[in-house]
């Protein structure tokens, strides 16, 4: 069974530092990649960063440079580092990855339970 585990939320201090890591978990034939997405409230989810099997990375408008997204040091993981949040940056964050599940064989979306983030002082 694939599980997305997140860890690393909480609150921040605007100009502090964050950091997210996910795991995931079971059987895979192929992750094409995985990155992280936020959803703040009465907005849409949208692309925070991730990062693809061959490396390179994608970042949604505005957080590259403050953000950034790298492989973890455990297979099959991703962190997310949060540099300098803003209040706006204040969402719940959520783990996605983008694989083919040795089981089925088929290209899925898989989505962690999603970790609150709050900057505030």
């Known amino acids: 069974q694939v599980q997305l585990v997140e860890s690393g939320g909480g609150l921040v201090q605007p100009g502090g530092s964050l950091r997210l890591s996910c795991a995931a978990s079971g059987s895979f034939a192929r992750i094409n990649s995985m990155g992280w997405y936020r959803q703040a409230p009465g907005k849409q989810r949208e692309l925070v960063a991730r990062i693809i099997s061959d490396g390179s990375t994608n970042y949604g408008d505005s957080l590259k440079g403050r953000f950034t997204i790298s492989a973890g040091t455990t297979k099959n993981t991703v962190d997310l580092q949060m540099n300098s949040p803003k209040p706006e940056d204040t969402a719940v964050y959520y783990c996605?990855?983008?694989?083919?599940?040795?089981?089925?064989?088929?290209?899925?979306?898989?989505w962690g339970q999603g970790t609150q983030v709050t900057v505030s002082s």
């Open positions: 996605n990855a983008d694989a083919v599940p040795a089981a089925t064989m088929l290209r899925t979306d898989y």
